[in-house]
C-alpha cells in the first residue's frame, strides 16, 4: 500500500473513531509502521482539518519530517513497533469504559470469551505514568509484546493490529467488553471462566474466524 494512501486511511479512521465517540476533540491517536518508522497524526490535530499532508512520518530514533510535531504519545506507539515485530498499527483511545475500568487499576478478567482474542485470559492494565512520557511508552509496549489491546491505568487504552483495520477494530471490540464488564459488575462480582473452560476458548480460537474466508470489503481502504 502506498504512503498516500495509508495516510488517507488514518484520516479516515481518525474521523470514524470520533464518529464512535471514542475520540473526543481528538484526545487519541493512530499510526501505521512506516519504513524505519511510522506514520502519526500530529500533535493537537483536529478532526475537522486533518488532512493526509498533517500524518507525521516519524522515525523511530524520535526525528520527524515536516512543519508538524506528532503526537505527544509517539514514544507509546514507537515502543509497541519495538516490542511486537507483527504491530503494522496502533490506535489509542481515550473511549469512555475504558478510561473508567482503567481507573481501577486492574486488567479485565475473563468475564466473556473474547478477553482470547487479545491473546490470553485477561486484558492487562498498564501502571500509571504521565501522559507522553517515555516510561508510559515503555511499560505500554511491554504491555503489548504479549496481547493485542491493553488498559492504560487513569488514562485510556491502546491496541494494535497486523493491519490499521485490524488495530481499529480491537480498539473497537475492547471499549465493548469494557461496557460489558462494567455493566456486569454494576450486578456485584461477575462468574468468570474457570482454567478449564479457558482451555477449550484457547482451542476454538486458533480456529476462530478462519473457518471461511470472508470478502470483507470496509467501507475504506485500509492496509
Ligand atoms: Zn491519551
Redesign the pocket.
Known sequence: MSETAIRAAIVEVNAELERRGMNVCS???ISVRWNDGMLITPAGCRVETLAPEHIVFTRFDGTWDGPLRPS??QA?HRAVYQHAPAAKAVV???ADNCVALSTFRKPIPAFHYMIQGFGGMEVPCVDYHP??SEELGEAAGKALAERTACL?AN??MLARGATLLAAFEAALKLEALARQYLLASSLGAPTLLTAEEWVTVQQQYRTYGKAQALDRQPRWQLP
Open positions: 484526545t487519541g491517536n505527544s504519545e507509546m489509542h483511545s481515550h501522559f507522553g492504560l488514562h485510556g
